[in-house]
């Protein structure tokens, strides 16, 4: 079975610092991995996924996410917060592709941005 | 290309009353999906096809039926609507080389 936790369902950041958004992952074979963004009263948008080649995914926007194994961790950077940014992140596991099976997703964190 | 549609956006329903939520894509993918989104607690998969004429239950399968007769169209039935189902309800579609998509969402209030 796989799930994921995503680690603080508010985070708040500055607009141009750092932002860091949580995700560890269960997994009884090797996932694949993934990050979606949700803006107000909007379907879901994938910013990233990880399947298994380059540990360090770049995405859109800026984004990227550092599979680490030995952490059982995917977290989402973006070295500096834009308004825009502000939105609801989801980290999401795949057990055996990137298509034609479940996606398990986490409760989600919801990231202000600050002036 | 318009991906995965979803209609209707918005519905308002009363305690008992049935309807289907549409959904269909045209990427030709296999896999469909129904999930819903509830706060705090993310999305969660209600039922999934692998290919036309195959579904399987997800993990919150009560109370809601579906079908999958061609590969474009995967429609949800709520049999008799209950407000514990008032939800955002989102279809996607992926195939194995694609990845999943994903439909605006279907905004539901049971009342």
């Known amino acids: 079975a796989q799930s994921v936790t995503q680690l603080g369902s508010h985070v708040s950041v500055s607009e141009g610092a750092l932002v860091l958004l949580r995700c560890n992952y269960s997994?009884?074979?090797?996932?694949?991995l993934f990050w979606y963004v949700q803006y107000p009263n909007q379907g879901l948008q994938l910013l990233l996924k990880?399947?298994?080649?380059?540990?360090l995914v770049k995405g859109i926007n800026g984004f990227e996410a550092e599979f680490k194994k030995s952490e059982t961790s995917f977290h989402l950077t973006k070295p500096s917060a834009h308004m825009s940014d502000a939105a609801e992140y989801f980290c999401?596991?795949?057990?055996?592709?990137?298509?034609?099976?479940?996606?398990?997703f986490g409760t989600g964190t919801r990231l202000t941005v600050i002036p | 290309n318009a991906g995965v549609t979803q209609t209707p956006k918005f519905q308002v329903l009363k305690t008992g009353q049935s309807m289907t939520l549409q959904c269909a894509q045209d990427m030709n993918h296999e896999y469909m999906s129904w999930y819903r989104q509830d706060p705090g607690m993310g999305l969660r998969l209600i039922h999934y096809s692998v290919g036309a004429g195959i579904t399987d239950q997800g993990e919150v399968p009560n109370g809601y039926n579906v079908s999958r007769s061609t590969t474009e169209d995967f429609p949800l039935r709520l049999l008799s609507a209950a407000p514990s189902q008032t939800s955002v309800y989102f279809c996607?579609?992926?195939?194995?080389?694609?990845?999943?998509?994903f439909g605006s969402g279907t905004r539901l209030t049971v009342v």
């Open positions: 999401a596991v795949s057990q055996r592709g990137t298509g034609a099976n479940n996606l398990f």
């Open positions: 996607a579609s992926s195939s194995t080389n694609y990845g999943y998509t």
């Open positions: 997994s009884s074979v090797p996932p694949y």
């Open positions: 990880y399947t298994s080649a380059a540990t």
